[in-house]
C-alpha cells in the first residue's frame, strides 16, 4: 500500500513539474480553420519571434467556437485574447480597451473604418479592435458573360438589371443558371438585401418586428428571389449536405454569386476569369451589404493582461495586416499603402463598406438569436417558394413579439 | 486454561472479522472505478440537472431561482416545444414499427441455413458499426437531389425521385430510411431468439400439417415475444434521442421539418445558453420515454409469452 503510494506521489510530483514552463503562455481563441487558422499560428510564430519571453498558444474552436467559449468564461478558464463578433453577448466578459487604446501608440481608432468600429462598441465602450473584415458583393464569371454576350455589371447596377442578365445567362437543358442563390441563408446575411429596399428586420428601436419584416419592401425581396427561381433564371444552392454555390461557380454552372470575399482567392485557383460588382440596389435605394468584421478582444479574467494587450497591438500592425490574406485589412493607411483603391477585385468590397450604415438586428434586440430560431425556416420557405411570402413573415412576427419583449 | 482458550477464540474471532470485512470490501474496490465513475459522472449530473431545471441559469453570469416558470414557458408559451415534440413523435411512430419489422424480417431470412448467410449477417449488422457521423455522411451522398445515387436508380426506373433532404415532406422519411439502415443489432438478437426456438416445436407442427404462416404466427412470434419487446423499448428510447443524424443530415431543416425533441434541448443548452429551460426539455423527455416505456411493459402480460411461466402454469394445472 506504502508503495502504491509512493508510486503515485511521484507521479503527481512529475506532472506537475511537467506544466512548469519557463516565460509566459497567452491563449488565443479563434474560429479559423484550415488555410485562415494558418495565417493565426503564421502571426502567432511572428510575434514569438519579437517576444521571446511570451508564448502564444493558438487555440482552435472552429464552428463549435460559440460553445467552448461560453464554456470557459463559465468555468472561468477562458483564452486571454480571442476572436470576436457578437459583442452584446459577451461584453460583461470582455475588458474595455478603451484606456489601452487611448495609451497606445501602435492602435489610434482614427485610422479605422468608422463603419467597423460601430459593431465593436457596447454603451459607448470598446471592447474589441477590428481586425478584418469583409462586405458582400456579386462575383460574376466573366467568361459566362462574354459567352452569352451579356454586357458586364454597370457601376450602379439594379436589381431589374441583374434579374434581365440572370435571364439571359441561363440554360436550364445544360443546368447552367443565372445565378446561385442561398436556399437557406444565413439570417444576418440576408438582412442586407432587406436594407438594400430601404427595411429591416426589426424597428430600429429594436422593439418590434411588425411593418418591418412583414413590411410590403421585405416581402417584395423575398417574391423578387423567388422569381429568379420560377423563371428558371437562378438556382437555390447550398445547405447541408448539398453542393456549395462556390463550388458550383467554380464548375461555371452559375455565372453569378453573391458572396463575401472568402472564396475569391479559391475561384482564381480554379481558373475562373472572376469580376467583383457591388450588390445591386432595389427601387433606387442604395445597396446596403451586410459586414463580417473580426475583432480581436482581451478576456477580462485574463491574467496577462499587459502581454495580451502587446499581443493585440501586434496583430493590428502592418507586418500581421499583411499575413492576414483570408479577409480585408480595416486600416485605412494600409488600404492606401497595400494599393488596395486601385484593384478593380477589392475596390467594390470598401465601396459597400462605405456605403453600410445600417445595424444588425443582433445589435438591437439582446434576445435577437432566439428570434432568429423562427426566423430561419421561414426564410428557408420563402426561398422554397411553399406558401406566399407574406404569410410566412406574417406569422414569424406574431409567433416572435413575445421573445422581443423579454 | 480457560483464560488462554478465550484469548484465543477472540484472536481467532478478530481475525475471521477483519477478514469478512476484507472479503467484502476487496469485490466492491474491484467495481469502484465504474461505481464513481457512475456517481460523479452520470448519478450527480442527472439530479443536478434536475436542480437546474427550476433556476434560470445562463453560463455567462448567476443562476436566479424560478420554481417552475421553464415548465411554464415550456407548455404554454413556446410553440417550437409542442412543434418539435410532434416531429419526435412523428419518426418515432413510423422508425420503431419499421425498423423491428425490417430487423425481424433479415433474422428469419438469416435463420434458414443456406450457404452464404454469414456473409449477408456481416453486411446487414456492418451499418451498425460505422459512426453516426460517418452515417450521416453516407446518407448525405445517396440523397443529394442532383448527383445522389437514389435518385439515380429511381431515375433508371424512370421516377423522378423528390429533393430528399431538401423537401420537407420527404426529409423526416429519408431520416426514418438512413436510420432504418442501423438495425443490425437488433436483428442479431431476433437471430438469437429464433435460434433459441426449440426445434421440437416446429417438427411437431410439420406433423400436425401446420403451413409456413400459422408456424409463424402460432410458434415463431410467441416464442420470440420477449425478444421483441425489448426490442421495442429499446426501439422507442433510440427514436426520442435521435439527434446526431438530424444535426448532421439536414441540421433541424428543411424549413425546421427534421427539427428533433433532441436537437431543440442542444440547440437550447448549447445554442442560446438557457441551461434550466432546457434542463427542464430533457427531464420531460426523460418522463414521456419513462411513460412510454412503463406503458409497453404493462401491456406486455397482454401478448409477451414467457416459456417458464408457461411451465408453471401446466405444472399448477
Known sequence: ?406 | MDISLDIKKRKRKKISIFKIKRDTLVPYLFIMPWILGFFFFTLGPLLFSLVISFFDWPIIGNPTFIGLANYKEMFFEDPQFWKSLGITAKFAGIFVPLNISVALILALLLNNNVKGSGIFKTLFYMPSVISGVALAMIWGWVYSDEYGILNYFLSTIGIQGPNWLGDPNWATFAMVFASVWGQGTMMLIFLAGLKNIPKELYEAADIDGANVVSKFMYITLPMLSPTILFNVITSIIGAFQQLSLALLLTGGGPVGSTYFYAMYVYDNAFKYFKMGYSAANAWFMFLIILSLTLLVFKSSSMWVFYESEATIKKKKG
Not at chain 1, 417584395?220 to 453542393?243: A, Y
Request: hydrophobic share 35%; net charge negative; aromatic share 12%.
Open chain 1, 1 to 406: 500500500m506504502k508503495k502504491i503510494i509512493f508510486v503515485l506521489v511521484a507521479c503527481l510530483a512529475l506532472i506537475s513539474c511537467g506544466q512548469k514552463e519557463q516565460g509566459i503562455t497567452l491563449r488565443f481563441a479563434t474560429w479559423d480553420s484550415g488555410d485562415a487558422l494558418k495565417i493565426q499560428q503564421d502571426i502567432a510564430e511572428e510575434f514569438m519571434k519579437e517576444n521571446p519571453s511570451i508564448k502564444i498558444q493558438v487555440e482552435a474552436y472552429g464552428s463549435g467556437f460559440d460553445q467552448k467559449l461560453v464554456a470557459s468564461f463559465g468555468a472561468k478558464n477562458a483564452p486571454d485574447v480571442m476572436y470576436m463578433w457578437d459583442f452584446p453577448t459577451y461584453s460583461s466578459q470582455l475588458e474595455n480597451l478603451d484606456s489601452y487604446i487611448k495609451e497606445s501608440t501602435e492602435v489610434d481608432l482614427n485610422d479605422y473604418y468608422g463603419g467597423l468600429l460601430n459593431y465593436v462598441k457596447v454603451d459607448n465602450n470598446t471592447y474589441g479592435v477590428p481586425s478584418g473584415f469583409t462586405t458582400h458583393v456579386v462575383f460574376y464569371n466573366k467568361d459566362m458573360f462574354d459567352a452569352a454576350g451579356v454586357k458586364y455589371p454597370s457601376k450602379n447596377w439594379t436589381w431589374d438589371e441583374l434579374t434581365e442578365k440572370a435571364a439571359k445567362l441561363s440554360n436550364p437543358n445544360d443546368r447552367v443558371y443565372g445565378i446561385g442563390l442561398l436556399g437557406k441563408p444565413d439570417p444576418y446575411d440576408f438582412e442586407q438585401f432587406l436594407w438594400s429596399n430601404a427595411t429591416s428586420y426589426i424597428s430600429p428601436d429594436g422593439k418590434t418586428l411588425k411593418g418591418y419584416l412583414n413590411s410590403n419592401e421585405s416581402v417584395e425581396v423575398f417574391r423578387e428571389m423567388r422569381k429568379l427561381v420560377d423563371n428558371k433564371s437562378g438556382i437555390l444552392v447550398g445547405g447541408k449536405q448539398q453542393q456549395s454555390g462556390s463550388d458550383i461557380f467554380k464548375a461555371s454552372k452559375i455565372a453569378m454569386y453573391e458572396n463575401g470575399i472568402w472564396p475569391l482567392n479559391g475561384y482564381k485557383k480554379a481558373g475562373i476569369n472572376v469580376g467583383v460588382a457591388i450588390l445591386p440596389s432595389f427601387n433606387g435605394n442604395s445597396p446596403k451589404s451586410v459586414m463580417s468584421v473580426s475583432a480581436i478582444s482581451m478576456w477580462k479574467g485574463s491574467e496577462n493582461k499587459e502581454e495580451a494587450w502587446k499581443f493585440i497591438e501586434f496583430y493590428n500592425s502592418e507586418k500581421a495586416a499583411k499575413l492576414r490574406v483570408a479577409d480585408l485589412p480595416v486600416r485605412k493607411s494600409l488600404v492606401k499603402s497595400f494599393g488596395i483603391e486601385e484593384n478593380v477585385e477589392l475596390k467594390p468590397f470598401y465601396e459597400m463598406l462605405s456605403l453600410a450604415d445600417s445595424t444588425p438586428s443582433f445589435l438591437l434586440n439582446s434576445n435577437w438569436k432566439e428570434v432568429q430560431r423562427n426566423l430561419s425556416p421561414a426564410i428557408e420557405e420563402a426561398m422554397l417558394g411553399l406558401r406566399d411570402p407574406q404569410i410566412i413573415m406574417d406569422e414569424v412576427v406574431e409567433k416572435s413579439e413575445r421573445l422581443l419583449k423579454e
